[in-house]
């Protein structure tokens, strides 16, 4: 009995092990993404509040915002004419593209890695509007997802564990009186 037990709640754990990554990695991507999305509409913004005078005042902003070597940001500022702030080989398009409030996020490849992307255009009185992007590799969500997974999978683990260990319990107490009368 005890065998014919394992392989359900093994699949049981299986299961909710695979529904548990991909609410991980789901919860992940919305949360990076709207990160991302927070970042570039800021920059936006105060473009807006400084006016002509953005080109000035945005990029040690910009710099200050982005420096942090543990998040691995890249970012640019461009008005279609000339590169403002940041690195001008982020591309300004790409695929997987999900519309997020004010900002468009996508994927694209940023020095032979994978980034994850948020744009926001910034329309101006007189020429090109000013696009902001901010990005991040895409191996910092399944780091992320890895973290969420782990959370949520040590307790449930432990349930399992324990939920095995009390089946086997009440088989062998129900079972010894049966043994004991063959």
Do not use: C, K
Not at 67 to 81: A, F, K, M
Not at 95 to 105: E, P
Not at 123 to 129: E, F, I, K, L, Y
């Amino acid at each position: 009995l005890l065998r014919r037990l394992a392989a359900p709640l093994s699949l049981l754990a299986l299961m909710s092990g695979l529904i548990a990554y991909w609410l991980a990695w789901q919860y992940t991507q919305h949360v990076v993404d709207r990160s991302l999305a927070d970042l570039a509409t800021a920059i936006s913004r105060q473009i807006q509040i400084d006016g002509p005078n953005a080109s000035v005042a945005v990029p040690p902003l910009a710099q200050a915002m982005f420096s942090d070597p543990v998040e691995e940001l890249v970012y640019r500022i461009s008005d279609g004419d000339r590169e403002i702030a940041g690195d001008s080989n982020l591309p300004l398009q790409g695929t997987n593209v999900r519309r997020m409030h004010f900002a468009y996020v996508f994927e694209t490849t940023h020095e032979g890695t994978t980034v994850r992307v948020a744009q926001v255009r910034v329309t101006q009185p007189t020429g090109n509007p000013i696009v902001v992007e901010v990005g991040q590799p895409v191996r910092h969500r399944f780091e992320i997802a890895a973290e969420f997974l782990i959370a949520i999978m040590m307790p449930l683990l432990l349930l399992l564990l324990a939920g095995w260990a009390i089946v086997r319990r009440v088989v062998n107490q129900q079972l010894n009186p049966l043994t004991d009368l063959a």
